[in-house]
């Protein structure tokens, strides 16, 4: 392991800045990247969030930088059980979803296959119905959404679990189920 991103993820909080300067560092050295991605599904959950939070801000700016790396990432997706960890890979799921269906992005495209997409399904659906909080479950919806485009079966499974969990949760969880819902 790198000591140097040690050092600095062990710097990082929720500060905006924080995240940016490290991301920075990382763009800047691109061969330390798969190490910031270990680091992400590591044991150690005080660091282990703080990587999900700059590889967040990484793949905001690149996020080609994920593809060499991205069967890694999304099969590890699932043993992440921290929130502060998940909503920013939600967060990466959204871009990739994004440059997949919406910018219709050639590369991304070459590098979201079939079993990809198929385990990021899972993984959404999986957010949608834990416990986990509001903005992991939006990142999922929308994800969700943008799969059902390829995938025929996931607005139909997607709509009632919308619907029954509309009235327990908070106004933000109504008001992105319901614009899900009208794009459905």
């Known amino acids: 392991?790198?000591?140097?991103?040690?050092?600095?993820?062990?710097?990082?909080?929720?500060?905006?800045?924080?995240?940016?300067?490290?991301?920075?560092?990382?763009?800047?050295?691109?061969?330390?990247?798969?190490?910031?991605?270990?680091?992400?599904?590591?044991e150690n959950k005080e660091l282990s969030h703080k990587a999900c939070w700059v590889?967040?801000?990484?793949?905001?700016?690149?996020?080609?930088?994920?593809?060499?790396?991205?069967?890694?990432?999304?099969?590890?997706l699932s043993t992440l059980t921290n929130d502060s960890s998940i909503r920013p890979m939600a967060k990466i799921c959204e871009l990739l979803c994004?440059?997949?269906?919406?910018?219709?992005?050639?590369?991304?495209?070459?590098?979201?296959?079939?079993?990809?997409?198929?385990?990021?399904?899972?993984?959404?659906?999986?957010?949608?119905?834990?416990?986990?909080?509001?903005?992991?479950?939006?990142?999922?919806m929308r994800n969700l959404y943008f799969l059902g485009k390829k995938y025929d079966w996931i607005y139909p499974e997607l709509k009632p679990i919308l619907l029954k969990d509309m009235p327990n949760h908070s106004s933000a969880y109504k008001a992105r189920a319901r614009h899900i819902l009208n794009k459905i």
Not at 16 to 33: C, D, P, Y
Not at 55 to 75: G, W
Not at 98 to 105: D, H
Not at 113 to 121: D, R
């Open 55 to 76: 590889t967040e801000f990484v793949c905001k700016s690149e996020l080609d930088i994920l593809f060499p790396q991205l069967e890694y990432f999304i099969k590890n």
């Open 98 to 140: 994004e440059s997949y269906f919406q910018k219709k992005n050639k590369e991304t495209i070459s590098h979201l296959t079939n079993p990809i997409l198929e385990h990021l399904t899972e993984t959404n659906f999986d957010w949608l119905i834990s416990d986990a909080k509001v903005a992991t479950k939006a990142y999922a």
């Open 1 to 42: 392991m790198n000591p140097t991103l040690e050092h600095q993820l062990s710097y990082v909080n929720g500060y905006r800045e924080n995240r940016i300067k490290v991301a920075n560092m990382v763009l800047q050295n691109k061969a330390i990247f798969p190490e910031l991605l270990d680091l992400c599904f590591a």
